[in-house]
């Protein structure tokens, strides 16, 4: 009887230090496979060509259109801190609603950045003008 108590104490322990101290572990991992390459590792994009993440007000002011630009990519000039960027970024079309969820709330608790999480339903639903090829930005 005590070394089962022992022993649920010690997972119970485990479990609770381990939730919390990395919540976005599959967005980290998805952000290292498809999205570092190019905004590296701690966000910060590079110099004028490749727009930072770190910090980005683009994040918070262009919510809805971040999981298309996820999955379809995006052309043209946009503006982020005040720097136009104009390097095309493909997207990944093979991530699934819930991998961009992650992708996203890794990006919003990353470097710094305090943005809201979202849910896969939010997700889901500002995908719905991608699959119709109506781009939202």
């Keep these: 009887m005590k070394n ?4 649920l104490l010690l997972a119970t322990f485990f479990v609770w230090t381990s939730c919390d101290q990395y919540p976005y572990q599959q967005g980290k991992i998805l ?33 809805a259109a971040i999981p298309c630009i996820i999955r379809n990519g995006i052309k043209g000039e946009m503006t982020v801190n005040g720097i136009t960027y104009n390097t095309e970024m493909a997207g990944v079309e093979r991530l699934t609603e819930f991998e961009i969820t992650n992708i996203i709330n890794y ?8 943005l809201p999480i979202v849910e896969h339903l939010q997700v889901r639903e500002w995908l719905k003008p991608c699959e119709k090829n109506v781009k939202p930005f």
Excluded: Q, R, V
Aim: proline content about 4%; glycine content about 12%.
């Design 31 to 63: 952000y290292t496979n498809f999205c570092e390459n190019c905004h590296m590792a701690d966000g910060s994009g590079l110099k004028a060509l490749i727009p930072p993440l770190a910090g980005a007000d683009y994040l918070s002011k262009n919510g």
């Design 107 to 114: 990006i919003h608790t990353s470097w710094g950045n305090d």
């Design 4 to 7: 089962s108590i022992a022993c």
